[in-house]
Nanobody, 113 residues
Framework: QVQLVESGGGSVQAGGSLRLSCAAS????????VAWHRQAPGKQREFLAV???????SYADSVKGRFTISRDNAKNTVYLQMDSLKPEDTAVYYC???????WGQGTQVTVSS
């Protein structure tokens, strides 16, 4: 059974940083693409970033230059480093494994001004 578990969310002031983790079981993340999405209250879920098995990363324009997706193969974990956070980054953040179409449970990020 494929499971993804996010962690690392919390509350931070504008301009601060957080690092989210997405730990996987039942699947090897190094050979499967993984993406991060977020959903703010009253809004649709939004794509943020994806990392391919080859390590190539792509980002949404809204987070390019501020967020960095990475992977630790030994820990079977994908990360989302979020810098220069803004109040509009407040949302529940989810990781998503594309091949198995599996979502994590989400982790809340709140950015105050």
């Amino acid at each position: 059974q494929v499971q993804l578990v996010e962690s690392g969310g919390g509350s931070v002031q504008a301009g601060g940083s957080l690092r989210l983790s997405c730990a996987a079981s039942g699947i090897t993340l190094s050979i499967n693409a993984v993406a991060w999405h977020r959903q703010a209250p009253g809004k649709q879920r939004e794509f943020l970033a994806v990392i391919t098995p080859g390590g190539r990363a792509s980002y949404a324009d809204s987070v390019k230059g501020r967020f960095t997706i990475s992977r630790d193969n030994a820990k079977n974990t994908v990360y989302l480093q979020m810098d220069s956070l803004k109040p509009e980054d407040t949302a529940v953040y989810y990781c998503y494994q594309l091949a198995y179409s599996v979502w994590g449970q989400g982790t809340q990020v709140t950015v105050s001004s």
